[in-house]
């Protein structure tokens, strides 16, 4: 899929996806632009959902039994990932991330926007 922009530092690129550059030249001109005039085309890279951390929610979970019971807790350790928890740490670091993308497609959120790469100028003839 690609866009198209008329500059090609543009932040937001908010003419839609096309399925070919001729597509997105049809629709620059739809919109105003004439031949001799040059857009910016670019692909549309898909985003995947970050910000997705098992380790992170662990540390939470030690840092909230410290904040309950205090230095009882110093030494109990389940965010650390020596011997055979690796294996199994990253069994539910893949169930975690299965879980938010889920819950976002639920509630209706799945981005619709994406990244632009390899822009390039096109001049409509």
Do not use: H
């Amino acid at each position: 899929m690609y866009t198209w922009a008329e500059r090609e530092d543009q932040e937001i690129w908010n003419n839609g996806k096309f399925e070919t550059v001729e597509d997105c030249i049809r629709d620059a001109m739809g919109s105003g632009y004439i031949y001799g005039d040059t857009i910016y085309v670019g692909l549309c890279d898909d985003v995947r959902i970050g910000g997705i951390d098992l380790s992170l929610q662990l540390e939470a979970v030690e840092e909230d039994m410290y904040e309950q019971v205090g230095d009882v807790s110093e030494d109990w350790d389940v965010s650390g990932l020596t011997g055979n928890r690796r294996a199994v740490y990253k069994v539910y670091e893949e169930r975690l991330r299965n879980l938010v993308e889920e819950y976002i497609d639920e509630i209706g959120e799945i981005p619709g926007f994406f990244k632009v790469i390899d822009i390039r100028p096109i001049t409509i003839e």
